[in-house]
């Protein structure tokens, strides 16, 4: 094929542009809700069980519908799967934002996190087939990354504004316009392609696929949030075994949903499990980091937001100029060098503490954010590359599969050992004078240990408080330290498995 007819178009680019909006769309609707809980909470009066529910239902549904939706747009037509996407996430953002009751809420977010699962790997399955140039298309996916880092910046800072002019619904609003203009702009610029010879879509695969992965991410939540137990065992344990039995069904299907074929390809599996073992480290790290600013240097959730935008920032341009080097140097060595860059940002956060605060993590967060945003958009493109054009669909949904995991995984592990070092460290440090039942809830959290500490009279929560403080810096200091040894392998078996596939060249 002649190079000039494989360069893109003005029409191209401009269709790259209108497929940004769902995706800076989605990372905002994530983001803007915890703003709006405690607004919602004196109007509605949710349960603690209906309240997790509220913000968990839509990831929930995002992470268990993307191999379903990502099929089923090869075979349907991904342009087609994306509008329908957009009118049901306009639809269910508009009922949410007027919802009644928790109960509707909940459906609301149920049906947006369905609709979701829609857009993430339509807009990736279209740019691969409308940029048939690598390095043009590394570039184009270099972008896509982009925007989700740009929908997680202004998200709360445009939730917050909403919030503080209008009523708790109004931030759901905010995607309605951005959903009218993709379906108004997308028949006019986006090109339809399907797989030809994609048969029908397997209803007992796509089931067992959903009921898996929710079941696994139920799990793991759990365990986030209250610990290691019974339940969230039994919920990790049967997600693997209908995970199982959906691996072997897609074996003996002619037309499987999951293609299990790509996993034999290095570069394909390298990139899914980079992908996912970068945001297990990156995750857990980040949740204890947010904290870390709003509870021990006392920052509100706005200023904390503000003070992160510098590594969001930074982000985009490591994922822009990570094409740039790619073209010119092996993936391996590109994606190595950011999960080194990492491992670096990570490490720097051991010296957080006392008066070395804000000065180490913002440029610690800064490194970090360049190193892991330029992995994920090599990777990304990896996965994208290896995959068949008419199998685009399908290669972007487990891509996105394995970073919902890897987040969720993150949150779970990296978090459960920090938990674990902040309570060894509590176990025998509370100060004479503190009740029974307030050092057992001190013991718990940094957060209820402040809420106790402020109760108490004089010098003893002060005490306290100070302690509490200092044993959830040791805990950021663990978490670094595991995030930073996962980066750094990560980083050594990427260049063994990954060292002959060749730079991403401009010429196909």
């Not at 508009?94 to 149920?110: C, D, G």
């Not at 699962?117 to 896509?144: C, K, Q, V, Y």
Request: net charge neutral; proline share 5%.
């Amino acid at each position: 094929m002649n190079q000039t007819n494989l360069r893109a178009t003005r029409r191209e680019w401009t269709g790259l542009a209108v497929l940004t909006l769902p995706c800076l769309l989605l990372l905002m609707d994530l983001t803007v809700l915890y703003l709006a809980v405690p607004s919602l909470s004196v109007d509605l009066n949710p349960s603690s069980a209906q309240l997790l529910w509220i913000v968990d239902i839509y990831g929930f549904l995002i992470a268990g519908s993307l191999i379903t939706m990502g099929t089923l747009g090869d075979r349907i037509g991904r342009r087609r799967l994306l509008l329908i996407g957009a009118a049901a996430f306009g639809v269910a953002s508009t009922l949410a934002a007027f919802s009644t009751s928790a109960e509707m809420l909940i459906a609301t977010r149920a049906l947006l996190g369905v609709a979701g699962a829609t857009l993430m790997p339509s807009t990736l399955a279209l740019i691969r087939n409308m940029f048939h140039d690598e390095g043009e298309r590394s570039t184009a996916i270099s972008i896509w990354v982009t925007s989700f880092m740009v929908g997680s910046a202004i998200g709360p800072l445009l939730g917050g504004f909403m919030l503080e002019h209008f009523w708790w619904g109004s931030v759901f609003l905010l995607g309605v316009p951005v959903m009218v203009v993709l379906l108004i702009l997308g028949p006019l610029l986006l090109p339809e392609n399907r797989d030809p010879n994609a048969g029908r879509l397997d209803i007992l695969s796509a089931a067992l696929s959903l009921v898996a992965i929710l079941a696994v991410i139920y799990g793991i939540k759990r365990t986030a949030t209250d610990g290691f137990s019974g339940e969230a065992a039994l919920a990790i344990a049967a997600g693997l075994a209908i995970g199982t039995v959906f691996v072997l069904r897609q074996r003996k299907l002619r037309d499987p949903i999951m293609d299990l074929e790509l996993f034999r390809v290095a570069a394909f599996s390298t990139s899914v499990g980079t992908q996912l073992v970068a945001l297990v480290a990156m995750a857990g790290a980040y949740f204890f980091t947010v904290q870390y600013l709003q509870l021990v240097v006392g920052l509100g959730p706005l200023p904390a937001g503000l003070w992160l935008i510098p590594s969001t920032i930074a982000g985009m341009g490591g994922s822009m100029f990570a094409p740039v080097l790619a073209r010119r140097y092996r993936p391996a060595f590109v994606m190595s060098a950011g999960l080194g860059m990492g491992a670096v940002g990570y490490a720097m956060l051991m010296l957080v503490g006392g008066d070395w605060g804000l000065a180490v993590l913002i440029p610690a967060f800064v490194i970090m954010s360049v190193g892991i945003s330029a992995t994920m958009t090599v990777t990304t493109d990896l996965i994208v590359g290896v995959a068949p054009p008419e199998r685009a669909g399908a290669a972007s949904a487990i891509s996105e599969t394995s970073s919902e995991l890897g987040l969720a995984l993150g949150i779970a592990v990296i978090g459960s050992i920090g938990t674990a070092v902040y309570r060894r460290d509590m176990a025998n440090a509370i100060p004479p004078g503190v009740p029974t039942e307030a050092a057992d809830a001190a013991r718990d959290t940094l957060g209820s240990a402040l809420a106790v500490a402020a109760r108490l009279p004089g010098g003893i929560g002060s005490d306290l408080a100070d302690l509490a403080r200092a044993a959830f810096t040791n805990a950021l200091h663990s978490t670094a330290i595991v995030s930073a040894a996962i980066l750094t392998v990560l980083a050594g078996v990427v260049i063994m498995t990954l060292k002959q596939v060749p730079p991403r060249s401009s010429n196909v």
